[in-house]
């Protein structure tokens, strides 16, 4: 199959082409860098060529409101339109497992509308509800700090390592379109400080981590169990402090 992915240069993408072409797909990572922008359309007809999947593992550069849902709402349509004159089979997007209970935060409010956009788009879709990754600890911490202190509300999360995501998007990129959304997670529950706690403590890192319920994620006044994906998830098996290990 050719699988063309959209952030393919990526932390997650980058993994992904790697693995689906050890398995023998044509697999193309496609950026910025490699002359693809689904902001401007600039390469995408030329990419998709003969494509049978595309897999969008992109991230919007800036967090800010205005400009995460002009990221997501342009780009999501450029790239829906340009797959539709394709013949594309099967549009795979990554998102983030609570989204739809996140609406506070600007950044998944364009989450969400990226996600309708692919919904209502007529193609066969998937979508990969992630959890929190492993990789993402450091600039957890660095949203949260205040002088020498990190301050995160402890709220419940499962988080996951990049190479269990990257496993995961694959083997549904090769898949029949499901048409629904699934949700992936790490095996282990965490209080979100003491996640960060122990992310920073094993890099040496001196800041002092405090649990504090007033304390927001990302702009978003956390419940207890909003960072946790349903029963039905599908569980991997890297745990994080083996990954700290590796790392």
Do not use: C
Request: proline share 4%; hydrophobic share 40%.
């Amino acid at each position: 199959m050719k699988i063309v992915t959209i952030g393919g240069t990526g932390l997650v993408g980058s993994k992904l082409v790697s693995k689906l072409g050890e398995h023998g797909h044509e697999a193309v990572a496609a950026s910025p860098k490699s002359g693809v922008n689904t902001i401007t359309g600039q390469g995408l007809a030329d990419v998709l060529q003969g494509a049978d999947v595309v897999v969008d593992v992109s991230n919007s550069p800036s967090f800010e409101g205005a400009a995460v849902m002009d990221f997501f709402s342009t780009s999501t349509r450029n790239l829906l339109a340009a797959e539709q004159g394709a013949a594309v089979g099967h549009h795979v997007a990554l998102s983030v497992v609570g989204t739809e209970r996140l609406a506070e935060s600007g950044y998944f409010r364009a989450k969400m509308e990226q996600e309708k956009l692919i919904k209502e788009s007529g193609l066969p879709y998937s979508i990969v509800h992630a959890t929190q990754f492993f990789e993402f600890v450091t600039s957890i911490a660095q949203a949260a700090t205040q002088g020498n202190t990190v301050r995160l509300p402890p709220a419940l999360i499962q988080p996951i390592a990049a190479e269990d995501v990257a496993t995961a998007v694959g083997r549904t990129a090769v898949g029949t379109p499901l048409n629904a959304t699934v949700e992936i997670a790490g095996p282990e529950q965490f209080r979100l400080d003491d996640l960060i706690r122990k992310g920073l403590s094993f890099k040496g890192d001196p800041r002092e981590v405090v649990a504090d319920p007033t304390a927001r994620y990302f702009d978003v006044l956390l419940e207890e169990r909003e960072l946790l994906p349903r029963d039905e998830a599908t569980i991997y098996n890297n745990r994080f402090e083996e990954w700290l290990q590796q790392q």
